[in-house]
């Protein structure tokens, strides 16, 4: 193999840390929903330490989408 | 020359690092660097402002109020954060300097029409006034988008929270956080089973200091990708599709803008949180 198809299966590997960090934060969000679904009083304290969680979960595809253009 | 293609902008490659403008004295100034010292005129600008309509009686002014309800908005998410009262009015002013500071750099080019636009060097656009050019560098970069400005911040930010652990609970108090002989010796009194445990206790302690590292490499490449990457996207749509797509991007930007400034303030409140807290 040479160092150009060598590059682009690793573009290839790095982006499929998109792939977890998609269905974890599918998982937070419905997690907040049924906490909201049980208890809906929460939703005004939810909402906010969601948002800052959800920011957290994307930072494994942020790190991927810049190591994904580092590479290039 | 040829007209300009309003369906397809070409903004030029986007760098990972900012372009160096011009040296003062040896000191080498980049565009994100003057977006920097920008965003820090803009700031004093609106204490000034601030300051000079300020009452503490009577009826405040709009401006007054909109900045109170922000304050006192961060002032409840830092004590709900903490779990003490104590502890966010110490770290309450250090957290709120970085959070301003970090969301009007990630806001600044957003916010500002044409600024990303005003260039050095290259040739000048028929018909626009003349400090808008195409080609050569441009003037201002977003401040954050520029991985030494995050590491900086992240880095200092990490070294306060150390000081504050080291005046609380002197050097040595702090130190046995990450070297638990303390914690050795204990275990080896009570009998061969706790000092094993310990032992593990210890190892922990080292692992610590790693994570300490870690702290300030993932705090400062989360900021730095967030913002890298809503350029990126925004220049690879402008290639693609310039008329209506982009305002969608940054309306996404200013929301994430905010967002990551707010996890930032967030994150290191608990590491602040971590170091002051009480055994």
């Known amino acids: 193999m040479d160092a150009e198809a060598a590059k682009f299966f690793a573009r290839a590997i790095v982006v499929l840390a998109m792939m977890p960090t998609a269905v974890a934060e599918a998982w937070v969000i419905s997690s907040a929903f049924k906490a909201i679904g049980r208890n809906p009083k929460l939703e005004d304290s939810l909402f906010s330490k969601v948002i800052i969680l959800v920011a957290l979960v994307e930072t494994t595809a942020i790190y991927a989408f810049v190591a994904f253009f580092t590479l290039s | ?279």
Do not use: C
């Open chain 2, 1 to 279: 020359m040829e007209g300009i293609n309003i369906l397809q902008l070409n903004t030029g490659e986007t760098t990972i690092g900012a372009a160096e403008l011009f040296k003062i004295g040896g000191i080498t100034i980049t565009n994100s660097a003057t977006a920097g010292i920008f965003g820090t005129l803009v700031i004093f600008l609106v204490v000034y402002l601030l300051n000079r309509s300020y009452k503490s009686e009577g009826v405040p002014s709009k401006l007054q109020l909109v900045f109170e309800m922000m304050i006192t908005g961060f002032y409840g998410l830092i004590k709900s954060i903490t779990g003490s009262e104590k502890i966010a009015r110490k770290i309450f002013p250090v957290i709120g300097t970085v959070f301003i500071y970090i969301a009007v750099s990630n806001l600044l080019i957003n916010i500002i029409p044409g600024i990303a636009a005003i260039n050095i060097g290259g040739e000048t656009i028929e018909g626009l006034p003349s400090i808008f050019k195409t080609g050569g560098e441009s003037l201002f970069r977003t401040h954050t988008n520029d991985y030494s400005v995050t590491f900086g911040i992240a880095a200092a930010v990490v070294i306060w929270t150390h000081i504050y652990s080291i005046e609380k609970n002197n050097i040595f108090g702090h130190l046995n956080k990450y070297f638990r002989f303390g914690a050795l010796y204990k275990g080896f009194r009570q009998g061969i089973g706790p000092g094993m445990m310990s032992i593990i206790d210890f190892m922990l302690g080292l692992l610590d200091i790693i994570s300490e590292f870690a702290k300030s490499l993932s705090l400062s490449i989360r900021l730095f990708g967030n913002m890298f990457a809503g350029e990126l996207l925004s220049a690879l749509l402008l290639s693609a599709f310039a008329l209506v797509a982009p305002t969608l991007l940054i309306f996404m930007g200013l929301f994430t803008g905010v967002i990551q400034a707010l996890v930032f303030g967030a994150l290191t409140t608990s590491y602040f949180g971590i170091a002051l807290a009480d055994d």
